[in-house]
């Protein structure tokens, strides 16, 4: 390879994100620890670019399954068709997979969800991982 060649592409990515036309939200994540704001692009997910900018939310899978990175929505939209499993009812009740989701607009989301998330999915006969022991 060239001298320089990976310098190249670094470069070459970050003047990418100064040039970038992707839409870029302002996400308020409600946590335990308080209130956080992270700016997150229309083509990123939540988690990750929370992970990014110093904010710790919990996650195991990464793919939309497990639920341990649930939140619930206060405000805006979010995009969850990366997730192996999220359903028309998980929406309805305001319910988002952080570790997935993508913002289509500014939102604010309170974060440490997942035993409410299950027990939603268990009320609703869904497939609601590590819930054993949880009641509806």
């Not at 939200?25 to 209130?35: A, N, Q, S, Y």
Request: glycine share 8%; aromatic share 6%; charged share 30%.
């Amino acid at each position: 390879m060239p001298p320089g060649f990976f310098a190249g592409r670094l470069s070459l990515r970050v003047a990418d994100v100064k040039n970038d036309r992707r839409e870029v939200f302002e996400v308020t994540l409600l946590t335990p620890d308080g209130e956080r704001t992270v700016r997150v692009a229309d083509d990123e997910r939540i988690w990750d670019a929370a992970s990014v900018q110093g904010v710790k939310l919990p996650a195991l899978c990464h793919q939309g399954w497990c639920l341990t990175c649930a939140g619930r929505i206060e405000r805006g939209e979010v995009d969850q068709s990366d997730s192996v499993a999220f359903f028309p009812q998980d929406r309805e009740a305001g319910f988002v997979l952080l570790c997935t989701g993508k913002p289509r607009s500014d939102i604010t989301v309170r974060t440490h969800q997942a035993t409410d998330m299950r027990q939603h999915r268990l009320k609703e006969h869904l497939p609601s991982p590590y819930s054993a022991g949880l009641k509806p």
